[in-house]
């Protein structure tokens, strides 16, 4: 029997300064978890915004530096959109899926199916030039990277959660979602659970780090609020060993290609 | 500005009965408040079950009293469904849009694209007999009522959210979903809003009800918990005249038909 807790909590801390390439994420939480007046606990999720990751990782690329390949170019003319964040966007994919004036959805390499490969442009600092933040190059393994040192300086046993906003099929609107997964179940199985009635549930998979993914997009604010890391309590985390990868549906398994 | 809080919380209000048809689910909520030792309060957001407004409103149907059309028939044949079941499926969609061994996706006359027309066969009693509970007839009209008889009876001024669990394109498990709204945005509008250099977010619509779905049912589980009411506090609702249908995008402008 899973135990579900009777009250969750998602606080989102303070003092998070603009991340530069090369910061130490660890440093950053702990510090931000200080000037909140929070201590890590047993059992907390960290939720921290894929920007903040990125920009730490280096994944800021000045356009400046982009040469666009003849197939970005051809590409960028479809969906009206600068060639060389094209060919960023080709870099980091798979497969094309839609393109559509102003709209170019592709399976990234992560295997996300998103936008423009989830690079973005919005609050990233422009000197004049343009800019684009790539995702993560792995974001299991940078979720990974964080819970190991959150334990090795606080002994706190936490789950860490990246998330990006994705649009949908089908619905309009962005909702939280999660790329990087450590220390919790991505995908919680739930086969054999009985119902009320003792019948085995229908619903037998829960996106469950996509649930917290939205639960802490909503205190984080999508605009100029400044507050990448929130704190998640309350939440039962199910087998540690889960990862985002596991909440893809593999392409030849998929409805809708 | 969009001013984002920086705490959520998500409390399962205990002492929630059984909902059986014809119950008025504002007393159920008071009682479950009572038996909580929570007051409404303006702002609060009450998230509920589907299950729970569909029991109320008499959606449970018995498979004995369908009679499967020659259409229902064929189609049960090749999504290997009991064909009573897919007679309802049919009665409540607009469109087929997926048929596999197992699987029928359709297009709900609600504009919800899910797996059987979210007709649930876990937690309803089964006196022998198979039962499906189907999704509310109008469920922003009831979550509308709700909210009216909240502020007839305690002044709060609530939101109301009713969710379901599904799945999604392209990724695995299934995650809350709004299918009624009143008293907040269903999709909170962006656009204009600055980032932290002070563009304009390239992120102009967000999936606010989506997003308190998905986090409430976190606390309400999936299983035998019995924790169909769900009372979230902390959350900016944007405008209170918002509905799930806003976040239905039109299938004439959805790039995966």
Same mark, same amino acid.
């Given at each position: 029997?899973?135990?579900?807790?009777?009250?969750?909590?998602?606080?989102?801390?303070?003092? =998070?300064?603009?991340?530069?390439?090369?910061?130490?994420?660890?440093?950053?939480?702990?510090?931000?978890?200080?000037?909140?007046?929070?201590?890590?606990?047993?059992?907390?999720?960290? =939720?921290l915004? !894929?920007?903040?990751?990125?920009?730490?990782?280096?994944?800021?690329?000045?356009?400046?530096?982009?040469?666009?390949?003849?197939?970005?170019?051809?590409?960028?003319?479809?969906?009206?959109?600068?060639?060389?964040? =094209?060919?960023?966007?080709?870099?980091?994919?798979?497969?094309?899926?839609?393109?559509?004036?102003?709209?170019?959805?592709?399976?990234?390499?992560?295997?996300?199916v998103?936008?423009?490969?989830?690079?973005? *442009?919005?609050?990233?600092? !422009?000197?004049?030039?343009?800019?684009?933040?790539?995702?993560?190059?792995?974001?299991?393994?940078?979720?990974?990277?964080?819970?190991?040192?959150?334990?090795?300086?606080?002994?706190?046993?936490v789950?860490?959660?990246?998330?990006d906003?994705?649009?949908?099929?089908?619905?309009?609107?962005?909702?939280?979602?999660?790329?990087?997964v450590?220390g919790?179940?991505?995908?919680?199985?739930?086969?054999?659970?009985?119902?009320?009635?003792?019948?085995?549930? *229908?619903?037998?998979?829960?996106?469950?780090?996509?649930?917290?993914?939205?639960?802490?997009?909503?205190?984080?604010?999508?605009?100029?609020?400044?507050?990448?890391?929130?704190?998640?309590?309350?939440?039962?985390?199910?087998?540690?060993?889960g990862?985002?990868?596991?909440?893809?549906?593999?392409?030849?398994?998929?409805?809708?290609?």
């Open positions: 029997m899973i135990v579900t807790p009777a009250a969750v909590t998602f606080l989102a801390l303070g003092g =998070v300064p603009m991340v530069q390439s090369g910061d130490d994420l660890s440093d950053i939480l702990f510090a931000a978890c200080d000037a909140t007046g929070e201590a890590l606990r047993d059992g907390d999720i960290i =939720v915004a !894929q920007k903040i990751i990125s920009k730490a990782e280096g994944r800021a690329i000045r356009l400046a530096d982009v040469t666009p390949s003849a197939a970005a170019i051809d590409l960028a003319v479809q969906c009206d959109k600068d060639p060389r964040l =094209v060919e960023l966007i080709l870099s980091e994919s798979r497969d094309v899926m839609r393109v559509r004036r102003g709209v170019l959805i592709v399976r990234h390499r992560l295997g996300l998103l936008a423009n490969a989830g690079i973005d *442009q919005s609050n990233i600092a !422009q000197d004049g030039e343009g800019v684009a933040l790539l995702l993560p190059r792995d974001p299991d393994a940078s979720a990974a990277a964080l819970r190991a040192a959150v334990l090795a300086r606080s002994k706190a046993d789950a860490v959660v990246i998330i906003s994705l649009g949908r099929a089908w619905r309009k609107g962005t909702c939280g979602v999660a790329i990087g450590a919790m179940a991505g995908l919680l199985d739930l086969r054999g659970v009985p119902d009320l009635h003792g019948r085995p549930l *229908q619903t037998s998979e829960l996106g469950l780090a996509d649930e917290v993914a939205g639960a802490a997009s909503l205190v984080m604010g999508q605009a100029g609020e400044g507050r990448p890391i929130v704190l998640a309590r309350g939440i039962a985390r199910g087998p540690v060993d990862r985002a990868a596991d909440l893809i549906r593999e392409p030849a398994l998929d409805l809708f290609p």
